[in-house]
């Protein structure tokens, strides 16, 4: 059972908007768009947007946490549970111009979505380059 654990992960990372230690922030509302795309200006802001009712968003979470490599601070991470956030994440692709898939990440740098991928290739998406 511990490899289902670790594969798929205990849910109790979701239930604290958090994985490992990236510094997550919660995306709850619409206004903060606006200031995640005003903060993009300064540095590059990430949004991973995540099912909480499928594994494979689960298991690709858990893989994003432990691969993570960036220096600190130098970008901000946002945690957008889309199911009780669906407006929200309407809204985001809305603004960022990009198609809704989930898993997700987007990378918004100077206002615009610079990259953005889903499911497994999410962990092959070099964020250092965005630092």
């Not at 205990?10 to 995306?27: D, R, T």
């Not at 601070?73 to 809204?91: G, K, N, T, W």
């Amino acid at each position: 059972m511990g490899f289902l654990k670790d594969l798929f992960g205990s849910g109790q990372e979701e239930a604290n908007g958090k994985e490992n230690s990236i510094p997550w922030i919660p995306l709850v509302s619409l206004d903060q768009l606006s200031q995640i795309e005003e903060k993009s200006h300064k540095r590059s802001q990430v949004i991973f947007k995540h099912s909480t009712t499928c594994g494979i968003s689960r298991m690709v979470l858990n893989m994003f946490g432990r691969n993570l490599d960036v220096p600190e601070h130098s970008m901000d991470f946002y945690f957008l549970d889309l199911h009780a956030y669906r407006q929200v994440s309407d809204e985001v692709g809305y603004k960022f111009q990009v198609m809704h898939q989930s898993p997700q990440i987007l990378v918004i740098r100077n206002g615009v979505t610079v990259a953005h991928d889903s499911h497994g290739a999410i962990n092959e998406l070099n964020l250092e380059r965005f630092a």
